[in-house]
Structures are given as C-alpha cells and as structure tokens.
C-alpha cells in the first residue's frame, strides 16, 4: 500500500493558462474522488469516478473543468482558462467499495493562480 | 440538502486532558455514515473515527470516541489523554446514498504543553 500521490504538489500559474493535475489511487481502489479545499473550510465534492465511470459531478464545476479516469486507475483533473478563485489545493482520494470505506487522500496539489 | 456544520473553528486542550469537537449534520437519507477526519499541518488527511448511522452503540478508537444522538443528529468527537501529536485540523464529514461525502468547515484543535 504505497498510499496516494498526487502530481505536483504545487502549480503557480498565470490567469488563463491551462492546467492538469494527476491522481494515482491506491491500486486496488475502485473509487476516486477529487475535492476542493479552501484556506479555513473543508473539503468541497468536485466529481467522483467509480472505476473509470464518471458518476458524480458537482454543480459547482463549470464547463472550464473536466476529470477523467481512463482504464480505472489514474486519473487527471483539468482546469481550462484558470481564473484567481480556482487558487485553492486540489484534493484526491480513493477507497474500496462500500459506503463505511474510509477514503485515503494525498498530500494534495496547491494551485496558485498569479 | 445535505449539510455538516461545525461551529468551533477553533479549540484548545493541555496536554494529557480530555477535549470535545462539536458537529452537527442535516440529511434527508435514512441510510448515512459520518467520520471524523484530522489533518495535521501539511500533511494527508487521515481517518480517525466513522459510525454508521445505524448503530446505537457510540463508535470507540482508543482515545476517540463519539457521541452520536442521532435525534438531535449531533456527532461529536472526545479526545481523551490528549498528545501533542493531536494538534492538527479535524473535519466531521457525512456520507449518504449519493456518493458524496460532505464536510464541515473543520475544527484546529491546539494540544498545550
């Protein structure tokens, strides 16, 4: 259980750039969630995959975000045309199947928007 | 809509002592989860505590424990013998039928030698 990692770790960019952030799950995870977390608040639900099916997205990503999860293991998280309230860390997560799995996250990468 | 509000930001124990987070939570499912999260400085989020909502029986991990009253849906966390190893962020979070787990705002817990 090599844990999960995330890619990069920090991420300083200018307005409107684009940006990708990668995800690695604990390998036998089938689960996989990306959040949002702000200075001072919690995690905030972005969208969840289960195996490689996108099955929940938030209402409050916009179009400018995408996710994807090919094959069911890594996954990314793009941000079109970043704008200064994207700057937050980009959290992920897995667990296993079943409601009371706890979920295991990385370390996060920070976006800084310039 | 489901909610997790934690209304202490933040809480201050002296080492070996005991201290309570506060959360409370709304959700129209009858079928539910909650857990207890910390998050120290720069550093993953690590589980500390999970009870279904099903179980009467208070959810117990060494030195945490809850308290669940699932009719006033109030989940508090009790640290007994508090360690500076303690200090961190502690989120309360909510799982239902949607996939989505929902957490609180978080509590900073300070551990005082």
């Known amino acids: 259980d090599t844990g999960v990692s995330q890619d990069p770790r920090h991420k300083i960019t200018k307005r409107g750039q684009n940006v990708t952030f990668r995800c690695d799950p604990i390998?036998?995870?089938?689960?996989l969630y990306w959040y949002r977390q702000t200075l001072g608040q919690g995690p905030e639900f972005l969208t969840y995959f289960q195996n490689e099916a996108q099955l929940e997205k938030s209402r409050l990503l916009s179009d400018r975000f995408s996710a994807e999860r090919p094959k069911g293991s890594f996954s990314t998280l793009e941000i079109q045309r970043t704008e200064q309230g994207d700057s937050a860390m980009y959290l992920c997560a897995s667990s296993s199947l079943g409601p009371n799995q706890p979920q295991h996250f990385g370390d996060g990468t920070r976006l800084s928007i310039l | 809509a489901q909610t997790v509000t934690q209304s202490q930001p933040e809480m201050s124990v002296q080492e070996a002592e005991t201290v309570t987070l506060s959360c409370t939570y709304d959700t129209s499912e009858s079928d539910y989860y909650l857990f207890w999260y910390k998050q120290p400085p720069s550093r993953q989020m690590i589980l500390v505590i999970r009870q279904e909502a099903y179980k009467q029986q208070n959810a117990t991990e060494n030195r945490f424990s809850v308290n669940f009253q699932k009719a006033a849906k109030s989940f508090s966390l009790k640290i007994s013998d508090s360690q500076l190893g303690d200090a961190a962020m502690y989120f309360c979070a909510c799982y239902s039928g949607t996939y989505k787990y929902i957490f609180g705002t978080g509590t900073r817990l300070k551990v005082l030698a």
């Open positions: 390998s036998e995870h089938n689960r």
